[in-house]
């Protein structure tokens, strides 16, 4: 029964991600996101994965761990990119 409440908690975390990733790559900018906030979300995760492991508790639960850890990797590539081009967009407005 730990399993399927561990689940859900983290199809309930994952949920928000697929939002977060359309919404960076359609804003094309980093304002309003928090790449420090990112990070530590990917440590949690990892945490939770290396108990998982720990503990040899290594059930279908490690997939959704996975599955998470792939989005939020995936919305920090993106906010990179955005501050890319966040910064690119003010070196062109000073200099133009």
Same mark, same amino acid.
């Given at each position: 029964m730990a399993h399927l409440f561990e689940?859900?908690?983290?199809?309930?975390?994952?949920?928000?991600?697929?939002?977060?990733?359309?919404?960076?790559?359609?804003?094309?900018?980093?304002?309003?996101k928090s790449l420090q906030?990112?990070?530590?979300? $990917?440590?949690?995760?990892?945490?939770?994965?290396?108990?998982k492991f720990v503990s040899g508790d290594v059930t279908y639960v490690v997939a959704v761990y996975i599955l998470d850890l792939v989005m939020v990797?995936?919305?920090?590539t993106l906010t990179l990119r955005n501050m890319k081009l966040d910064h690119m967009?003010?070196?062109?407005? $000073?200099?133009?």
């Open positions: 689940t859900v908690m983290l199809i309930c975390f994952g949920l928000s991600w697929p939002f977060n990733i359309y919404k960076s790559l359609h804003a094309r900018t980093a304002k309003g906030f990112e990070i530590l979300v $990917v440590i949690g995760y990892l945490f939770g994965l290396a108990g990797c995936t919305d920090i967009a003010e070196k062109e407005k $000073v200099q133009g």
